[in-house]
C-alpha cells in the first residue's frame, strides 16, 4: 500500500501528518538525464512514458517541421518540474491541461507545470512547435537531414530530439502513433503498421502509422520523400512494408529490392535461432542520405550506399537480428551496446551459413585473421567501448567473436537454449551484459566470467580463434 493511500483511510495521527509534510517538501525537479555515463543529459528523470502521439506537418521546401506531441506519462516521483529531450523551438507546453512555463537548454526542454506533481499520478504532456530542424545543433551535431525531396529523422543513439520532444533513452519504451502530413506527391513511412492517409484542406495528405509493442525512442523514425512504396503481406500474416526512394539509382534499386524484400525470409530464418519475432510487422526503407543502415524497429532502413555492389542479404540480416538484440532487449545504458552489435553481426555468421557461403566457425577464423595483433582494432574493448567508439569495428567484428566463444564454450544446444530463454526473459526490456553472462552460466552450468573478459573486456588480441587456430 503506498503512503497516500495509507493517509486516506483516516487515521491522521501526528506521525502520519508529519509524514505528509516530509514528502510534500521532497517534491524536486526530475533528473536532466535518466543516469547513462555515455551520455549524462539523454533521457530525464522522474516520469515514464507510455505514449506518444507525435503529429506534424513537413513542407520540405524551407525545411519547416510544425505540429504537436502529445505524451502519456506517469510520475514516478514528486515533481516540481521535469525535462524532455528536445532541441526545436516550441511555442506552449500543458501538463494536464494547465499551460506550463518552459525554457530551452543545449537539448533540454527544461519544464515548470506550476503545480507540483505527486508520485503516480497520470502526466498528459502536450508540446506545440515549429523550427528548421537540419538549423538546430547541438556540439556541431544535427540528426535530421534534408534530402533531395524531403527529410530522414533516423540516427543511434538518437535522433528523436530533432523531431519530437521524449524521454530519449532505450529504458523508457512506449507505443507510438506517428503522422505526418506533407504536400501532394510526397510519402511519409515510420514504423509499425500503416493506418491510412487522410486528405488535408490544402491540397497536402496526413499518412499515419502506428506501433503498438513498447518502441525505444531512438528507433522510432521518420523518412519523407518521393519513395515506392509497398505493402505486402508476409507469410506469418503480418504487414510487410517496403518503401524504396525514388531519387536512388536504378540499377541500385533493384539490387535493394533483392535484397530487402527477402525480409520475411531472412525473419523466419532468425526465428530459428532467436525464438518468435517480437513485433507487429516488417518492412524495411531503401534511401540515399545516410552511409548507415539502421533497425529501426519493424521497419529498418538502408542507406543505398549498401546495395551499390549488387545485392546485400547480409545487412539485411544484420538490422533484423536487431529487432530481437537492440529493439525487444535493449541496452540498459549505451556502454552495453555489445548486447545490439555483437549478436546482429553474428547472426550474419549464421546467415551465411545457411546460405552456404561459409561456416559461423570459418567466418569467426576468417574475422580474426583479418586483424593483425598490433591492429588498432584490439584495443578497443567491445564491453565498454567508449561513447566516441561505440560503433567501432571491434564493437561488431570482435564482438561476434565473443558471441562465437560463447558458443564453442557451451555447445550448440545450450547456445541456442542461452539466446532464446534470454530474449524471452527479457522481451521489450533492458539488460545488461553481466545480466547476460549471469544467464548464460545459469544455463549452460559453466563458468563463463573469464571467457567474456578475454573477449570483451581485455585488450589485446587472444591467443586463439574461439574454437579456432592460433595466431599470427
Ligand atoms: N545500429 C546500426 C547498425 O549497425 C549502427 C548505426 C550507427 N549510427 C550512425 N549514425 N552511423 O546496424
Ligand atoms: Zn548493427
Same mark, same amino acid.
Request: proline share 19%.
Given at each position: 500500500m503506498s503512503l497516500r493511500a495509507k493517509l486516506t483511510i483516516g487515521t491522521a495521527t501526528a506521525a502520519s501528518l508529519l509524514l505528509l509534510a516530509g514528502t510534500a517538501s521532497a517534491a524536486t525537479p526530475g533528473a536532466?538525464?535518466?543516469?547513462d555515463p555515455y551520455y549524462p543529459n539523454a533521457g530525464n528523470g522522474g516520469y515514464d512514458v507510455s505514449h506518444y502521439d507525435v503529429r506534424l506537418n513537413y513542407r520540405p521546401s524551407d525545411d519547416n517541421l510544425s505540429g504537436t506531441t502529445t505524451i502519456t506519462a506517469k510520475a514516478t516521483q514528486d515533481l516540481t518540474g521535469f525535462n524532455l529531450d528536445f532541441v526545436l523551438n516550441v511555442s506552449s507546453v500543458r501538463v494536464n491541461n494547465r499551460v506550463a512555463s518552459f525554457k530551452t537548454e543545449k537539448g533540454e526542454l527544461v519544464v515548470d507545470p506550476k503545480a507540483t506533481l505527486r508520485k503516480g499520478a497520470d502526466l498528459t504532456i502536450v508540446v506545440t512547435y515549429s523550427d528548421a530542424p537540419s538549423k538546430r545543433s547541438v556540439d556541431g551535431y544535427t540528426a535530421w537531414r534534408r534530402t533531395a525531396d524531403g527529410a530522414l529523422a533516423i540516427d543511434e543513439p538518437d535522433a528523436a530530439p530533432w523531431w519530437y520532444p521524449s524521454?530519449?533513452?532505450?529504458t523508457d519504451k512506449a507505443t507510438f502513433d506517428v503522422s505526418v502530413s506533407v504536400p501532394d506527391g510526397l510519402e511519409v513511412v515510420s514504423n509499425g503498421t500503416f493506418a491510412g492517409t487522410v486528405k488535408q484542406i490544402n491540397g497536402w495528405t496526413r499518412w499515419r502509422w502506428r506501433s503498438v509493442k513498447p518502441q525505444a525512442t531512438y528507433l522510432t523514425f521518420v523518412a519523407i520523400g518521393q519513395f515506392e512504396v509497398r505493402h505486402q503481406v508476409a507469410p506469418n500474416g503480418q504487414p510487410f512494408v517496403t518503401a524504396y526512394s525514388l531519387s536512388s539509382d536504378s540499377a541500385d534499386d533493384e539490387a535493394a529490392k533483392a535484397s530487402v524484400e527477402r525480409t520475411p525470409e531472412i525473419v523466419e530464418f532468425l526465428e530459428g535461432s532467436?525464438?518468435?519475432? =517480437?513485433?507487429e510487422a516488417q518492412g524495411g526503407v531503401v534511401t540515399p542520405g545516410i552511409n548507415f543502415a539502421l533497425e529501426n524497429q519493424t521497419r529498418s532502413t538502408y542507406g543505398t550506399a549498401f546495395f551499390r555492389r549488387g545485392a546485400n542479404t547480409y545487412v539485411v540480416a544484420h538490422e533484423n537480428a536487431h529487432q530481437w538484440w537492440?529493439?525487444?532487449?535493449?541496452?540498459?545504458?549505451?556502454?552495453?551496446?555489445w548486447l545490439n552489435e555483437g549478436f546482429a553481426s553474428y547472426a550474419e555468421f549464421l546467415w551465411s551459413e545457411y546460405i552456404g557461403e561459409g561456416t559461423a566457425q570459418e567466418n569467426a577464423q576468417f574475422t580474426y585473421d583479418l586483424?593483425?595483433?598490433?591492429?588498432?582494432?584490439?584495443?578497443?574493448? =567491445?564491453g565498454d567501448p567508449g561513447a566516441d567508439k561505440q560503433f567501432d569495428g571491434a564493437v561488431y567484428d570482435r564482438g561476434a567473436l565473443a558471441v562465437h566463444a560463447l558458443r564453442v564454450a557451451v555447445g550448440d544446444q545450450h547456445f541456442f537454449e542461452i539466446l532464446k530463454t534470454w530474449l524471452a526473459k527479457k522481451k521489450y526490456g533492458d539488460a545488461t551484459i553481466e545480466e547476460f553472462v549471469a544467464h548464460a552460466e545459469k544455463i549452460?552450468?559453466?563458468?563463463?566470467v573469464e571467457l567474456f573478459q578475454t573477449w570483451l573486456f581485455t585488450k589485446g588480441k587472444p591467443a586463439a580463434a574461439p574454437g579456432g587456430q592460433v595466431g599470427i
Open positions: 536532466p538525464g535518466i543516469g524521454n530519449n533513452h532505450p532467436f525464438g518468435p519475432y =517480437p513485433f537492440g529493439d525487444s532487449v535493449s541496452v540498459h545504458a549505451w556502454r552495453n551496446i586483424y593483425p595483433a598490433d591492429s588498432p582494432f584490439w584495443q578497443v574493448l =567491445p549452460s552450468g559453466k563458468p563463463l
